[in-house]
């Protein structure tokens, strides 16, 4: 079963709204990372956070990590009609049958309306 | 600096054909991941090199499925013979430093199996 599962499966906002997926995960990480891909093209690394880290900050992204819950969410803000594309989350197991690669979750397909 | 080169971009095959998708990771990545992504499963690690050394490939999913590395800056994913559930996009990506790390991705080749 995939590491990562995303929610909601698919989201739809208007542009200049805030996007918010989520990303829960099974076993312990070492790190968490979210990645984008536009439709017919390759996965785009967005973020890194470490499993010591709460909160990351990159441009309009904003990450947080809970390894108490096990869960981790992505926030856009101000978000914009290029913003459309699928976001993945992948972890890299701390131990068990993930240990040493990262596992991707099924993806959040954000789709901004202009 | 060019990213990760994956050729053919597209492939259409008969059941039965012999597939050779194509890789050229970053220069100075020394690691290499091939991906498989379809709607059923998502994205799915196949294989990953670290040094041209195959490290895990229990994600292959038969011996149908090859993957060669003769050097830092090639690689190859066979799939011989090819049958129509094969069909998906194949994705190949390279680290430096971890398996877990960043990923950079290529734009895949999308197979198509008849």
């Known amino acids: 079963s995939q590491q990562g599962e995303e929610d909601p499966q698919a989201l739809s906002i208007q542009e200049g709204e805030n996007a918010t997926m989520n990303c829960s995960y099974k076993?312990?990480?070492?790190?968490l990372q979210w990645y984008r891909q536009n439709s017919g093209r390759g996965l785009v690394h967005l973020i890194l956070i470490r499993s010591n880290e709460r909160e990351k900050h990159s441009g309009r992204l904003r990450v947080t990590l809970d390894t108490s819950k096990k869960s981790s969410s992505l926030l856009i803000t101000a978000s914009r009609a290029a913003d459309t594309a699928s976001y993945f989350c992948a972890t890299d197991g701390a131990g068990g049958t993930s240990y040493g690669k990262l596992t991707f979750g099924q993806g959040t397909i954000l789709t901004v309306h202009p | 600096d060019a990213g990760v080169i994956q050729s053919p971009r597209h492939e259409v095959t008969e059941m039965g054909q012999e597939v050779t998708l194509r890789c050229k990771p970053i220069s100075g990545h020394d690691y290499l991941f091939w991906y498989r992504q379809t709607m059923m499963r998502g994205l799915e690690l196949l294989i990953y090199?670290?040094?041209?050394?195959?490290?895990?490939d229990s994600g292959m999913p038969e011996d149908r499925f090859s993957a060669k590395m003769p050097n830092a800056s090639f690689s190859t994913l066979k799939i011989q013979p090819s049958e129509p559930r094969d069909s998906a996009v194949y994705f190949c990506?390279?680290?430096?430093?971890?398996?877990?790390?960043?990923?950079?991705f290529g734009e895949g080749s999308r197979l198509t199996v008849l």
């Open positions: 090199f670290n040094n041209n050394v195959p490290i895990d």
């Open positions: 990506a390279s680290s430096r430093g971890a398996p877990t790390g960043e990923l950079f």
């Open positions: 076993t312990s990480i070492n790190n």
